[in-house]
């Protein structure tokens, strides 16, 4: 068992490596009532082409298939697995992203019990025929729900609009037509290359024993063999953009706006958390509260509360986005893009710089108040290579250069807008 | 049984006066303090968007730091502070929020007092706002004015939401909860500068005030962050009129509201007769648990999980209003199969079908969710104001000890009292289902 401790945030985490390969961490909060523990598996949506471990050809799924595989672990041969949370008294669910499928459980009591009920379902898939037909109506509606979804639609289309290629473009859950073709065959197919323990972490937050943990999980995971590697195939993607704007009408009030930049560094742990700490900053700088056009556009009406930014920097892909309702979503992304040149002229603002990372420390310091999301964000990072609580050592050591660096390399790509209209009447 | 387990967060009422009430939510094992203002106000169609558009107006700046710029950037030097400000309804009462977050001065250099910082700036964002003429300086009124209209028209956006806002208005449309908590367009188009600031006068002399410092505070910097608000003049405090929640049912409402979609929503509401301080509550907490409150739920084992119908089915109670409202997202052709299937689960528990599993599971998954509100300052302060607002004034312990009390007969009991009063469905423009695309 080793310890890693952060003395600057009050935070510590052990780490427990199974022979297997399996990696557990938990990370102790004192006096917290809940404990949130999940078991999160290296595969996402963009999965969707690979070449198994003993194998040699490529095995090409349908898209949408890790978010089915996810529904289904649900579902034993004894009944569905969400009862035996609820009968433990735990709120049990799961999440699947580009580039993880999550499974967890929070609960406030018989925390030993709902731990091995985690292990075991996510080891032991049930899959038929009829269960895997059943599923089908259950995630279209959640297909459609998520294509009402104006927040939705205007991010993936953004993603259309920077990717060309890349599996990142594809909605998570797929669509109604390709999770109709999805067999039982090919999703133990997908579970068998992708849920072994050695591509898998295990992550509990709460005022727990680290023992008690490292000790269920040596007598839970079943498999002792590390199989090898899996490979991921990723089609070639081009440093340019796909497109420059894209467009949707739908059921919505006012228009709302995503505009992005694709990231085309690929970079991996240390490197990744401090590239994307940076990004953020820069963000902030250029667009934040406290910025002249942030108060410039804000005064004009162009935007109002709901705009935000965003950055995602993965293995394979990344970006960084910002927006959110405007009247006039061309206006703002010219202006933005003025202003974005009128840095690359005169050099980012040093002062700035400083106090906004200091402002962020704050806040990411303040973020370790809820373990859901320290979970949330600990996993994609670690799946990364890098540490979640290593933010306090970017915010020690990132220097304004660095910053600079990264800005100019990052925003000299060109942006992509995508636009939700309302419909017209 | 339960006993409280030293981990449980209470509340301390530090003070009362004028109308004023200050609450402690005493706690070491958060990394911020926050500080929570609520304003009370009785819901009505006149002022509804003058309560909605003030905190936002307030929040563009302050006498020191008068614009929205220089607020953020004193913000940001306060280790990211933020300050916050929203609208809310809990029955008929509209509740006017303003918060400040901040982190707990051992993450800061030389323990910088942030509470005394961040909570004199909130201090002055409540009371000291930029004026020019005697009124709010007028781009942030009209800016914000336009803000507030576009987050009235924006309600559409998040369907699910809007159906069951819809629903509960049309089951209410008569009464005072039937008014939004940003009120209405047109109310929000007829604002004026000089009737906000009037009404921002009358509120800070007259309403109800709730204060909540949740984290580690200080005795000392509590009591002085208290003594500031003595500079507020008070009048004679308004009381808070009772809110009507028995109503007969004569006929039951269908409505269908068109949208241009692809998923239906249909909302299924009810009356419970039940008020918000009444001991009928805790058995209506677990009777929505077993209707649709979570996946062992009858909605969701019935409409998702057996039936196919849906992904999301659930249901939820307005406390205050004493109401009911049952939702899911379905295909448009399947509304008939819908309603029907989810009036079965609704009558099988005022038949008494409940299975000791979903009494148990409910009681439990009650439990866990109550207990897990201590871990977080934002879900513990809604708690004790909804507590300190219907009057009962539970804690933790003895909400969950109330919970754990109520038995199937007490289910089965109340359960014959909610009636069935509107159905609602959110529909495509042809009411029929697309084809799939």
Redesign the interface.
Same mark, same amino acid.
């Given at each position: 068992m080793e310890v890693h401790e952060f003395d600057r945030i009050h935070e510590k985490i052990y780490v427990h490596k199974h022979s297997s390969g399996l990696k557990a961490f938990v990370i102790p909060k004192k006096g917290y009532n809940k404990i949130f523990s999940t078991f999160a598996t290296n595969y996402g949506s963009i999965n969707n082409a690979f070449v198994a471990p003993d194998e040699e050809k490529v095995t090409r799924v349908p898209d949408g298939i890790a978010h089915f595989l996810e529904h289904k672990l649900f579902e034993q041969e004894d009944g569905s697995i969400m009862d035996k949370f609820s009968r433990l008294g735990a709120d049990s669910n799961a999440y699947t992203s580009f580039t993880q499928t999550v499974y967890l459980f929070s609960c406030t009591d018989r925390f030993n019990d709902n731990f091995r009920l985690l292990l075991d379902f996510v080891q032991n898939p049930y899959l038929t025929d009829e269960n895997v037909e059943k599923e089908k109506g259950i995630i279209s509606q959640e297909i459609k729900m998520y294509n009402d979804n104006a927040d939705w639609r205007v991010f993936f289309n953004l993603l259309n609009a920077l990717y060309v290629n890349h599996p990142v473009r594809t909605d998570i859950a797929g669509t109604v037509e390709s999770i109709s073709e999805i067999t039982k065959e090919e999703l133990y197919k997908c579970y068998n290359t992708f849920y072994h323990p050695s591509n898998m972490i295990i992550v509990t937050v709460g005022d727990v024993k680290p023992e008690t943990v490292f000790e269920m999980v040596e007598r839970g995971i079943k498999t002792k063999r590390n199989p090898g590697r899996i490979e991921r195939i990723f089609p070639e993607e081009p440093a340019h953009h796909n497109m420059k704007l894209i467009e949707k009408n739908l059921a919505v009030a006012m228009p709302q706006f995503n505009m992005g930049i694709k990231d085309n560094s690929r970079v991996s742990g240390y490197d990744l958390l401090k590239r994307k700490v940076a990004l953020e900053i820069i963000l902030t700088v250029l667009l934040g509260k406290s910025s002249v056009l942030y108060n410039q556009l804000y005064d004009e009406g162009l935007i109002n509360q709901s705009f935000g930014s965003d950055v995602t920097l993965e293995g394979s892909f990344g970006y960084t986005l910002w927006g959110g309702q405007s009247k006039d979503p061309q206006k703002v992304a010219d202006r933005i893009i003025a202003a974005i040149e009128q840095v690359q002229k005169d050099g980012l603002d040093r002062k700035s710089f400083e106090r906004i990372k200091k402002a962020h420390e704050g806040r990411f310091i303040a973020s370790l108040n809820s373990p859901e999301n320290i979970s949330h964000e600990f996993i994609p990072l670690c799946f990364n290579g890098a540490c979640f609580f290593d933010h306090s050592r970017v915010y020690e050591e990132l220097t304004f250069d660095e910053v600079e660096e990264i800005f100019r390399d990052h925003f000299s790509a060109k942006p992509s807008l995508s636009i939700i209209w309302p419909m017209k009447t | 049984m339960l006993k409280s /387990?030293g981990?449980s967060s209470g509340v301390s009422k530090l003070a009362e006066k004028n109308g004023i009430s200050f609450f402690h939510i005493k $706690?070491?094992? *958060?990394?911020?303090v926050k500080i929570d203002i609520f304003i009370i106000d009785p819901l009505d169609r006149k002022k509804a968007a003058y309560n909605a558009l003030l905190p *936002?107006v307030l929040k563009r700046g302050c006498i020191t730091y008068p614009?929205?710029?220089e607020l953020? &950037?004193r913000?940001? !030097?306060? =280790?990211?502070? +933020?300050i916050g400000a929203a609208v809310h309804k809990k029955g008929e009462y509209q509740l006017i929020q303003l918060n400040a977050? *901040?982190?707990s001065d051992? #993450?800061t250099v030389n323990g910088a007092n942030l509470f005394n910082k961040a909570g004199g700036l909130l201090f002055e964002v409540f009371t000291g706002p930029v004026t020019e003429n005697g009124i709010f300086r007028k781009?942030y009124f009209e800016?914000e004015r !336009?803000?507030l209209i576009?987050r009235i028209? $924006?309600?559409? /956006?998040n369907?699910?939401y809007y159906a069951m806002q819809r629903c509960m208005e049309e089951m209410c449309a008569e009464e005072p909860f039937a008014v939004n908590e940003d009120g209405d367009e047109e109310s929000a188009k007829a604002l004026t500068n000089e009737g906000l600031f009037e009404h921002y006068g009358r509120l800070l002399s007259q309403n109800p005030v709730y204060v909540y410092v949740s984290g580690n505070v200080e005795d000392s910097e509590l009591g002085k962050f208290i003594g500031k608000f003595e500079a507020i003049e008070r009048k004679e405090i308004i009381s808070l009129p009772a809110i009507q929640v028995k109503k007969d049912i004569k006929e039951v409402r269908r409505i269908e509201e068109p949208?241009?979609?692809?998923?239906g929503k249909l909302c299924i509401g009810f009356r419970t007769q039940i008020e918000a301080d009444s001991q009928e509550y805790y058995p209506l907490v677990v009777y929505n648990a077993i209707l649709g409150g979570?996946?062992?739920s009858k909605l969701f084992q019935n409409v998702? !999980?057996k039936e196919? &119908?849906? =992904?999301?089915a659930f249901s939820s109670i307005e406390r205050f209003k004493g109401l009911l409202v049952a939702v899911s +997202?379905?295909?448009i052709s399947e509304r008939e199969r819908a309603e029907r299937v989810i009036m079965e689960q609704f009558r099988a528990v005022e038949n008494g079908d409940i299975s000791d #599993?979903e009494m148990?599971?409910s009681k439990?998954?009650l439990?866990?969710?109550l207990?897990?509100m201590?871990?977080?300052?934002g879900a513990m302060v809604d708690f004790y104001l909804s507590q300190h607002l219907s009057g009962t004034g539970e804690n933790m312990d003895s909400f969950i000890e109330k919970i754990m009390a109520v038995t199937k007969e007490d289910v089965i009991k109340i359960s014959k009292k909610i009636t069935l009063d509107t159905v609602y469905f959110l529909t495509s423009l042809s009411g029929e289902s697309e084809r799939?695309?």
């Open positions: - | /387990n981990n $706690s070491d094992k *958060f990394k911020t *936002f614009t929205q710029q953020s &950037l913000l940001e !030097e306060l =280790y990211g502070a +933020g977050g *901040f982190v051992r #993450f781009d800016q !336009e803000n576009q028209r $924006s309600r559409v /956006n369907k699910m949208m241009d979609i692809s998923q979570g996946v062992h998702r !999980e196919s &119908l849906a =992904y999301s +997202g379905i295909e #599993f148990e599971a439990k998954s439990v866990t969710g207990k897990s201590q871990d977080s300052q799939s695309e």
